[in-house]
């Protein structure tokens, strides 16, 4: 299923996100917002943090994405992204979800059920969080989660299906599937798992490359080939987990061709 | 006009932040609060963040500066940004207001303009956001802004007037004027603007070094520089935007006379 | 008292950290989310941010410590605070607190005097905090204080008599306590002062022994001496405070036996 992600057009998308520095709004996580913001900034796209309720829906109207992550929610918050969310979809621009810690707390699980009513284009959770999306049953420890992308299979499928949406599910290998097609997206570093809100990184990823790439599914398996691929080159170089996140950061502003055909080796 | 700028007053100034390691209360954004701190305390000043409407009076109290950044604003905080607003402007430190995203919804637009009414002592936005403060049909592009500094001139000078204070304009060659007298700081490097919330940085350091200098003018212009030169010598190093930012906080902790004068040729 | 802490004993406790992954479930500031969260990553423990009301008792049911840090302190997550204390005192897990600012503003101490009411397990503060959780007319100015350790060794005595729990006095030379005992753990770098929220990240740690050593003296001991000692290797290779907090996480990652024993020369 690799040969389906091509260096050619991978990187004529990301050449459009330099170029055309794309507004990504998000509503995220206070965790990672300096890293989410600063990880869109090297790739090329133009983030904006925004939740007050009296302008989510302005901030949305010159947003070209939004991103939705619930890592650190509240009430005040979740109104915020329920009116975003509808404003983008009444735009026509996507909506980029991540369920952070979905069945860790019944809460978490409810409030993503019920956000998950307005229609996202795209949702990207770890295995245990989309396996809680479909089965509100399914507990997890916290935010981090270690349950096999493949156990998350048959749940990402459903619920591609389900919302008409495509669902990414990350791991040591991840997981794009529109409900019909799938792809398997190999990259990436075991350290990363170490460095907080990379996760959150990839959604926002996803959230730059649907911007400007309106089939969603291919939109989301670049930006999942790149983090990978730019994880493994900062791994390469890091000393550990902190090193790994300056040298991801640097290396989304620095990638070029080449660097991404020596590991697709299309 | 950069001859202005002196080697001598401006390390002056930066050992008296080192000596005197002045509390400067920030009420800022989300995004950047890491790395304003992390600044403060690198160039010698002592950072403390607090938003509690109970307390931010007594925060003041015992602080040397009151700096105001709406970057991720909602009601709760504009309340208390507005309370400390008026303890400062009652005790008399200095208030350096941040105008994060005036201009990309009416609602940023209006809270600037409604907290302005409590006057600041300076200003620091970068063309868009100051420009939106003068006429409220700018609209600007989420919180990143290409527009050139040269055509924020004029709304910086009425502003100044206006509201008989400092404006900063930042940029690639930045603007400080008190509405009569005009300096051009043309310190920094192009690769500032792809790491988050280096304005608002700025914007921190404004505050240090208005809190050992009351003319706030000098003040303003020292911390531009310090900037900008801290900048330009962190980027000489840099393989990306997160190194930039690291070597950034670094470079304010061991910048010594003799790099200062480097670079401003005097 | 130093030889008190053996490599064997901290080495144990590491290791310990490290095969279990505990999940620390931590309610804290803005500004020290992302490097705490790192921290506990890197050290080897799993941490979860969350402080809705909604869902706070749920996350304590499933985490191993509760980590209480008032930074940047406001009247809901105060009350989230409280209910996770209590639900955490139910369960038994240990509840480690830090008065960030106690005796700043007087709203600050007024909170900390009434969430001691739910005793927690652990305090840790620098001189002036826990001065002033003992004497309310203490001030302090803002977060950091220069206030020598020495100063607080009998209100930390006093302290733990009277909520039966260790207290932690940070500074060049910590001291733990349990009212009964006390020991000096000397490790740590001057420079370290300058990276903001080292303490939060120490009172983290501190959660990630007392998290699998019910032994809360012990543990306290343990977390205070490896971040001294990895803060001692990171500041060798550091040029400023950003590299040193960039070597920091990566040092609890990679810290093996020999270098613990290095420095405790046991």
Redesign the interface.
């Known amino acids: 299923m690799i040969s389906e992600i091509t260096t050619e057009s991978l990187w004529a998308d990301l050449r459009k996100v330099r170029e055309t520095a794309p507004?990504i709004?998000n509503i995220t996580?206070?965790?990672?917002?300096?890293?989410t913001?600063?990880a869109l900034?090297?790739v090329g796209a133009?983030?904006?943090?925004?939740?007050?309720q009296?302008?989510v829906e302005?901030?949305v109207a010159?947003?070209s994405a939004l991103v939705i992550n619930i890592?650190?929610?509240?009430?005040?918050w979740i109104a915020a992204m329920a009116l975003a969310m509808t404003a983008a979809t009444e735009k026509g621009i996507p909506i980029i979800f991540d369920p952070v810690?979905s069945g860790?707390?019944?809460?978490?699980t409810r409030i993503c059920r019920e956000l998950l009513t307005v229609n996202p284009s795209i949702i990207r959770g770890n295995a245990s969080e989309i396996m809680s999306l479909v089965d509100a049953s399914i507990?997890t420890?916290?935010?981090?989660s270690g349950a096999d992308v493949s156990l998350a299979e048959q749940a990402a499928l459903n619920l591609a299906h389900h919302y008409s949406c495509v669902v990414v599910v990350s791991g040591a290998i991840d997981l794009v599937t529109d409900g019909h097609k799938k792809i398997a997206v190999p990259h990436g570093h075991a350290m990363m798992s170490?460095?907080?809100?990379l996760g959150c990184t990839a959604t926002a990823l996803i959230g730059a490359f649907s911007a400007i790439n309106t089939d969603y599914f291919t939109a989301a398996v670049h930006a999942m080939a790149l983090m990978g691929i730019c994880g493994e080159m900062a791994a390469k170089e890091?000393?550990?987990?902190?090193?790994l996140?300056?040298?991801?950061?640097?290396?989304?502003?620095?990638i070029e061709q080449n660097h991404i055909a020596a590991y697709l080796k299309d």
Do not use: C
């Open positions: 507004l709004h996580n206070y965790v990672v917002m300096n890293n913001a600063n900034l090297a133009s983030p904006v943090m925004a939740h007050a009296e302008e302005e901030m010159i947003a890592g650190t929610l509240s009430q005040d810690g860790a707390t019944s809460y978490r507990q420890k916290g935010v981090d170490r460095v907080t809100g890091a000393s550990g987990p902190a090193s996140q300056l040298n991801l950061i640097d290396t989304f502003y620095n």
